[in-house]
């Protein structure tokens, strides 16, 4: 996936779970230690997203392309995030994925797809 199409395809994850009634806080946060896709709010708990687009399931498909490895990236940028925005225990925190499988497929969204206490 090309850097253009995976922001096109990050923006229709926005306009997505938007509709699903949360709201936008950030896209693509970057730090020192990754970048986290979406940060959105669900009531009062900030939502981490991760957004995956894959053609086909070959190669077992987007949601398994998010390894451990990948999976604690994600949340020593979170715990990064919170931290330097006096967030750190203020706030109930999930860590979701977004995944697209093909042309013209719908959104699949994962709640709760992984823990992440890695920055306690």
Do not use: H
Not at 50 to 61: A, I, N
Request: charged share 25%; with cysteine; aromatic share 12%.
């Amino acid at each position: 996936m090309s850097r253009v199409s995976g922001f096109l395809v990050e923006a229709d994850a926005k306009a997505f779970l938007l509709k699903q009634q949360l709201s936008w806080v950030s896209s693509n946060y970057q730090c020192r230690l990754g970048e986290i896709d979406l940060i959105m709010k669900d009531k009062d708990t900030l939502v981490f997203v991760e957004v995956r687009q894959r053609r086909s399931q070959d190669y077992g498909g987007a949601l398994s392309s998010i390894t451990y490895a990948k999976q604690q990236k994600i949340v020593k940028t979170a715990g990064y995030y919170l931290m330097t925005n006096k967030l750190t225990n203020k706030c109930a925190v999930r860590f979701d994925v977004v995944t697209l499988e093909g042309e013209g497929q719908p959104f699949q969204w994962i709640k709760n797809a992984f823990e992440g206490n890695a920055w306690y």
